[in-house]
C-alpha cells in the first residue's frame, strides 16, 4: 500500500502566500514524477506542477512565475510554494506521484486526499 497526505492548504487574502507539502509513504521502491493537481468548483482537474526525479520541471502558464515546486527524492516528499495568489487560483490541491511499488512491479499514479486552498479578494 502507498499513502499521499498532504497539509499545507487554507484559507488567505489575494496577494499573499501558503505552502503545501506532500508526503509518500509505504511499499515504495522509487517515485518518478511528483506533481500537483487542482480542481475547481464545476471544472476538470488540471496540472498545476510537476517535477521529474531528476529536478526538471512543469508549470500550469497561470502559475508561472508565482508558483515553485521542489522535491526531496531521500523524503519522497513533494512541495509546492504558492506566492501572489490570485482568486482564481482557488481550489482543491492534490498531490499526485508515480509510483514504482515493492514487490517491483510497473509504476502507477497514486493521488492524496486533497487539500482546499481559498483566496479571498
Known amino acids: 500500500q502507498v499513502q499521499l497526505v498532504e497539509s499545507g492548504g487554507g484559507l488567505v487574502q489575494a496577494g499573499g502566500s501558503l505552502r503545501l507539502s506532500c508526503a509518500a509513504s509505504?511499499?515504495?521502491?522509487?517515485?518518478?514524477?511528483m506533481g500537483w493537481y487542482r480542481q475547481a468548483p464545476g471544472k476538470q482537474r488540471e496540472l498545476v506542477a510537476d517535477?521529474?526525479?531528476?529536478?526538471?520541471?512543469n508549470y500550469d502558464d497561470s502559475v508561472k512565475g508565482r508558483f515553485t515546486i521542489s522535491r526531496d527524492n531521500a523524503k519522497n516528499t513533494v512541495d509546492l510554494q504558492m506566492n501572489s495568489l490570485k482568486s482564481e487560483d482557488t481550489a482543491v490541491y492534490y498531490c499526485?506521484?508515480?509510483?514504482?511499488?515493492?514487490?517491483?512491479?510497473?509504476?502507477?499514479?497514486?493521488w492524496g486526499q486533497g487539500t482546499q486552498v481559498t483566496v479571498s479578494y
Open positions: 499526485n506521484a508515480q509510483v514504482v511499488p515493492l514487490p517491483l512491479r510497473n509504476s502507477r499514479d497514486y
Open positions: 509505504g511499499n515504495i521502491f522509487s517515485i518518478n514524477t
Open positions: 517535477i521529474s526525479r531528476g529536478g526538471i520541471t
